[in-house]
């Protein structure tokens, strides 16, 4: 099946925020927002804006009604700075006025002054100085000081990952409307439609029930808008409750870059012993997580690093420890993987620093120390239906490893200038959210008289096609026509009390309260065929292609007349669907628990050719074995493949987010910051599908399939490592993201000896 969007996508017809007609009377936001990292404000004069024509209101902290406090985890971001500056672009006033120009042209007229204080971006520091988000967190197993002893072979050493831009394709913004008895409706870009009602109702000093937030969809989210979308949304009906008019905000791309927060930026310390056999025999890791200025969600970030820190390999002595480092830059917040990517780098970085040392191809350590199941995990979970082993050896079967290795080993002989690198990134991803309470969902079904069905769920669509799937689970559910089905805007009217859409676990949550919904109508209606044909066991009811089958013959009662035949019957043909992820916990007192519903395994093989001459590079191929489950959607799900893959490999080859020590954001437009495009592909992608018929909780046994691909993007930064190697074997300074074309240019000639 198709994704549902495609048509109205490739016609330009879908429908975003920014494309909802403009209702009479509407005032344009924009924000005026902070120049430097850090200081106090000294003065804010507005008198000059305030004069220009078609200006209508200048909104202050002191303007608000409620508590100026959007922080999520912690409360300690204001949605408007109340006099303390913390990082460049925080929001300070928002004006409002009758054109988007006008706003913008009165933010300029803005005289602020302030005090500077000192700037802190770099994490380590923060760290030095007590500047910690929430408590340090450390995750043990086994008995690692005692490990050492038993360990052959011990390497040490530093790993650092680079931040990353979302650049959703669609920006921040929002529309808000007043409605009567101080009501507020929004319409929003954002992931998580609850979150942002919170923020609203916290600011405007209302309870919930008032404010209304509708998604139809989003132009890309990529965790960016999980939680950053509600100070925009919180400012836009901040401004229509004020006024009494519709307001719209909506950031251009400067804006968004300058004032939204990354993926996390990490530094980290790493120990790995290894005994004869090449096994693990003990790790440790300590990770510096650059937060930016407020926690927004990372400490959440932080936690999720830890999950995944050993990667696909059993390590039974371990020491994880991390701590969240308030810097002088905007919060860092959620970014596809959720620092998961980060974690798993450092270990990869440690097995391939490990091998250096030792005199062995990396890829023997890690097929060595693969998951297999009733191995433990650090965080106290037991690995059930591992497929780690048995995706990397039909990774190295069907695409001849062995081979490749070979060719790549003829070709780095026969080439002096140009040397090929070859990496092989297994990947172990849990799914679940880590924080147990939000694995819940809820679905709303209606089938209406006439035989359609509409659908509400809290599943945002984001171009990863959930609602395609929500729209199979239907379709299959009643065995009717696509066509017949509808899925609703997501609405927190009709769906309250959302988990955001993240995590991977969008379509198994929303899906399997759909699911549950559809189940019970359809229990319903075969029950009123059971009265009706006077049988005695439900069982022999069955429905095929729109008709009721009786012992597996045909009726003369179709899906249309089924219904009709209930409605006059006055047979309830509504249903709200309600799930909650059973045996997901942990306890953080201990940092021990079954935290997550399922696992996702996979094998990606990465070859790339690196010009050392002028330290460009071209990935020749990336071949991946992945871990599907039962996939419900092929298509779909091998675009989130592809699409996850690049992504990763954007992450550690070309998208360098780049602060100064004033925190000032120096790739701050499309001309400084560069993702893939068609030409920095791998020239040849291949995905298997390595199906499964375990019995686990993913919705219809098709396992999650949004975050884990962006891990195999890994593997590219120890391919062209692997190839730099080839060319100068004292190259340094191998285990940073991104490898960039002038990183690699130095580290081609770095110590070198001809």
Not at 18 to 39: C, E, R, S
Not at 136 to 159: L, N, P, S, Y
Not at 481 to 497: F, G, H, L, S
């Amino acid at each position: 099946m198709k994704n549902i969007d495609s048509y109205t996508h490739t016609r330009g017809e879908s429908i975003y925020v920014d494309d909802l007609p403009i209702l009479g009377g509407t005032l344009f936001a924009a924000i005026f927002d902070a120049p430097l990292a850090h200081g106090k404000i000294t003065k804010l004069d507005l008198t000059k804006a305030k004069a220009i024509a078609g200006v209508k209101h200048i909104i202050t902290h002191k303007d608000i009604p409620g508590e100026n406090q959007i922080g999520g985890i912690f409360p300690d971001e204001p949605a408007l700075s109340d006099g303390d500056i913390h990082f460049r672009g925080q929001p300070i006033a928002l004006v409002l006025a009758t054109s988007k120009k006008i706003a913008h042209e009165a933010i300029k007229a803005i005289v602020m002054e302030a005090s500077e204080l000192p700037v802190i971006v770099d994490p380590r520091e923060a760290a030095e100085k007590g500047e910690l988000i929430g408590p340090v967190r450390t995750f043990k197993i086994g008995e690692v000081d005692k490990a050492w002893e038993q360990c052959a072979h011990i390497v040490e050493g530093r790993a650092d990952c680079n931040g990353q831009e979302h650049l959703y394709i669609e920006g921040q913004g929002a529309y808000a409307f007043p409605v009567e008895n101080d009501c507020i409706r929004v319409v929003s870009s954002t992931q998580g439609p609850t979150q942002v009602q919170r923020g609203i109702a916290r600011v405007l000093g209302l309870a919930m029930h008032k404010i209304e937030v509708d998604v139809r969809r989003l132009g890309g989210g990529f965790g960016g808008k999980e939680d950053q979308a509600t100070p925009f949304a919180v400012l836009a009906a901040l401004g229509a409750f004020l006024s009494k008019k519709p307001v719209k905000l909506i950031l251009d791309r400067e804006e968004d870059l300058r004032m939204t927060g990354k993926r996390h930026p990490y530094t980290s310390d790493f120990k790995i012993g290894l005994d004869e056999q090449l096994k693990i025999i003990a790790y440790e890791a300590d990770f510096y997580q650059n937060a930016g200025a407020a926690a927004d969600l990372s400490p959440a970030v932080l936690e999720r690093t830890l999950f995944h820190a050993t990667n696909a390999y059993f390590v039974p002595n371990a020491r994880l420890t991390a701590r969240s480092c308030r810097t002088n830059l905007p919060p860092n917040t959620a970014f596809r993987g959720f620092g998961g990517p980060q974690g798993k780098f450092v270990m990869e970085a440690a097995i391939t620093l490990a091998a250096e040392q030792i005199g062995v191809d990396r890829a023997l350590i890690q097929k060595a120390n693969l998951l297999q199941d009733g191995d433990e995990f650090s965080y106290g979970q037991i690995v059930e239906n591992c497929e780690a082993l048995k995706t990397w050896e039909q990774a190295a079967a069907d695409f001849d490893l062995q081979g490749m290795r070979d060719r790549v080993t003829a070709f780095n002989a026969q080439h002096t200038t140009l040397k090929k690198g070859l990496a092989v990134m297994p990947i172990c991803f849990g799914i679940s959210f880590t924080n147990t309470p939000m694995n819940h969902a809820r679905a709303l079904v209606h089938v209406y008289q006439d035989g359609s069905v509409g659908v509400s769920t809290g599943a945002v669509e984001m171009g990863q096609g959930v609602n395609t799937k929500m729209l199979q689970i239907v379709a299959q559910t009643f065995a009717i026509a696509p066509e017949r089905i509808k899925i609703e805007t997501t609405n927190t009217t009709r769906v309250a009390n959302t988990s955001p859409t993240a995590a991977s676990a969008g379509a198994d949550l929303n899906g399997k309260a759909l699911q549950i919904a559809c189940s019970a109508i359809l229990l319903r209606l075969k029950t009123f065929v059971q009265q009706q044909f006077k049988l005695e066991q439900l069982e022999t009811i069955s429905l095929h292609d729109e008709w009721v089958y009786i012992d597996g013959q045909k009726t003369d009662w179709s899906w249309q007349q089924l219904v009709t035949n209930a409605f006059v019957a006055r047979i309830q043909l509504s249903e709200k669907g309600h799930y909650a992820t059973p045996r997901v916990k942990f306890d953080k007192t201990t940092e021990k628990g079954h935290p997550f519903a399922y696992h996702v395994y996979g094998t990606a093989i990465t070859e790339v050719t690196v010009d050392c001459i002028r330290g460009i590079y071209e990935f020749d191929r990336v071949d991946i074995v992945h871990d599907f489950g039962q996939s419900m959607n092929k298509m779909i799900d091998k675009g989130q493949i592809e699409g996850g893959l690049v992504q990763g490999m954007g992450w550690v080859t070309m998208e360098e987010l780049s602060y100064n020590q004033e925190g000032r954001l120096l790739s701050s437009a499309l001309s400084t910051y560069k993702v893939p495009d068609v030409f920095s592909v791998p020239k040849v992608i291949n995905v298997k599908f390595l199906e499964t018929n375990h019995s686990n909780l993913a919705i219809l046994k098709s396992k999650a399939v949004g975050e884990p691909p962006l891990m195999y993007g890994i593997g590219a930064h120890f391919a062209i490592t692997d190839a730099i190697k080839a060319f100068n074997p004292n190259a340094k300074g191998l285990l940073s993201t991104p490898m960039t074309h002038e990183r690699v240019l130095m580290a081609l000639y770095d110590s070198f000896e001809q």
